[in-house]
């Protein structure tokens, strides 16, 4: 194996290279024999700090060792708005970490970022599963009007999971569904048997409302072709579009009946998010499922073991609606490049390789939708759960309220929500976001601002 003299050596690795065969050392062995950098440094900049600081540091000493470059990682809980300061005053990283494509559309309109090579977009389709989903998350127009591949997407989160008791579900004779259809026929059975199926929890604070997004993006992919849900995002057909009205009153069905949800319908808007899990694992049980993303783990009691205490499945897809296959709601991080150097360049071509992401696998939170990466590099079964769904994806989309303007997916797309869990029906929800936004149209307020979600 050929290896630089960077900050990092062979010795200094979390997984000594060749020894473990869970991971592809051939990739890095072709990559390190390509890339001699020695003596150079790369900047990045991004939102990772504490743990996740700690887990990329050990994915990037492999960088280190293969080219003889040195990392210098800066990472910031005000990463959003520090980036605008040095992006336009001249003095950038060489390359960024986003939260959030939004703000990375936006710099590179400003000729801020740097295309990048050309093969990616082809690299995308070919190497992550719903690869063209991606290709078109990170294509941005530049200064000129003319569309390029701008970001490279590492780093994911899976939105699209119901949590359940295998115990109760056992106790029961329930059985996870894999339709739409069967999901509400186990809802109402839940309910025949004189349990609550939905533990539904809307409160975030100054936040509140934000659950309720993730259950109507969740189903407008379940009910709408993927180019649908864009036109939405970018609203290019209104909020108050019967096709949106309909995804809102699907998550009516769940929400706005007493017998299904936990505390009854009102409860819903009132009972925090970071509480509801409680019902779970109550005795006797609460409820028996909770539609929530994977951070949600952080709530659960004191030592819950998953897969004996709690377990997952996947949001099922209508039977009803084949054509829209397995469609997956989540969020993640996009790596782009602020100061063109061919260090950076390098990186880019590292992240590439199925061990930049079975290192951060063989951790903890991370999930990559490369398909050439081995699952069995997941040191968490959770994890490789989550990794599963992403990968068997036919689509994936970013959190809608994450790219619609600040006032609208973080402010108006929340309050909508409550008042329709309170009473107003999915079109009068759906017609005041509507208004809003088009009064936004019309004082130019439509910037994607970033959302406070988790």
């Not at 701008?150 to 579900?169: A, M, Q, R, T, W």
């Not at 903890?364 to 939708?369: A, D, Q, R």
Request: one cysteine or more.
């Amino acid at each position: 194996m050929i290896l630089g003299s960077g900050t990092a050596n062979a010795q200094d690795l979390l997984f000594p290279p060749g020894e473990d065969d869970r991971f592809s050392w051939q990739s890095y062995e072709e990559f390190a024999a390509n890339n001699d950098l020695t003596g150079q440094s790369v900047a990045i900049a991004g939102p990772w700090t504490a743990e996740d600081e700690v887990t990329f540091r050990r994915v990037f000493e492999y960088f280190e060792a293969a080219t003889g470059a040195t990392v210098v990682f800066a990472g910031s809980d005000s990463f959003e708005q520090q980036i605008v300061i040095d992006t336009s005053s001249g003095s950038p990283p060489d390359i960024a970490v986003f939260p959030q494509p939004g703000l990375a559309r936006q710099l590179a309109g400003q000729g801020l970022l740097t295309p990048l090579p050309e093969d990616t977009a082809d690299w995308l389709r070919e190497n992550y599963a719903a690869g063209e989903s991606w290709v078109d998350l990170v294509t941005f127009e530049g200064p000129g009007g003319q569309s390029h591949v701008y970001g490279f997407p590492y780093k994911i989160d899976v939105k699209s999971l119901v949590f359940y008791s295998p115990e109760n579900f056992a106790a029961m004779g329930y059985e996870i569904p894999h339709t739409m259809e069967e999901l509400k026929a186990l809802t109402q059975r839940i309910a025949d048997d004189g349990g609550v199926a939905w533990c539904i929890g809307l409160g975030a604070g100054s936040a509140t409302g934000w659950p309720a997004t993730d259950w109507v993006e969740d189903l407008m992919l379940r009910v709408n072709a993927p180019e649908v849900y864009d036109q939405w995002v970018a609203h290019e057909i209104p909020f108050n579009d019967p096709r949106v009205v309909a995804a809102i009153e699907e998550f009516g069905w769940f929400v706005k009946t007493d017998a299904y949800v936990d505390g009854g319908a009102g409860g819903a808007g009132w009972i925090d998010h970071r509480d509801s899990p409680t019902g779970l694992f109550s005795i006797p049980p609460r409820c028996f499922m909770m539609h929530q993303a994977s951070f949600i783990g952080s709530f659960f009691p004191p030592q819950t073991e998953f897969g004996r205490d709690v377990d997952f499945f996947y949001m099922p897809p209508y039977e009803s609606h084949p054509e829209l296959g397995r469609p997956v709601l989540g969020a993640g991080t996009t790596f782009a490049i602020t100061r063109d150097t061919p260090v950076a360049q390098a990186f880019l071509q590292f992240l590439r390789t199925p061990l930049a992401h079975e290192i951060w696998m063989a951790q903890t939170g991370f999930l990559t939708p490369l398909t050439s990466a081995n699952l069995d590099a997941y040191g968490d079964p959770t994890l490789r759960g989550m990794g599963e769904i992403l990968v068997n994806a036919d689509t994936f989309r970013f959190d809608a309220s994450d790219l619609m303007p600040g006032a609208i997916g973080a402010a108006a797309f929340w309050t909508g929500m409550i008042d329709f869990v309170a009473g107003d029906t999915a079109e009068e929800a759906a017609t005041m976001i509507e208004q809003t936004w088009t009064s936004l149209a019309r004082t130019g307020g439509t910037e994607p601002v970033e959302g406070a979600e988790e």
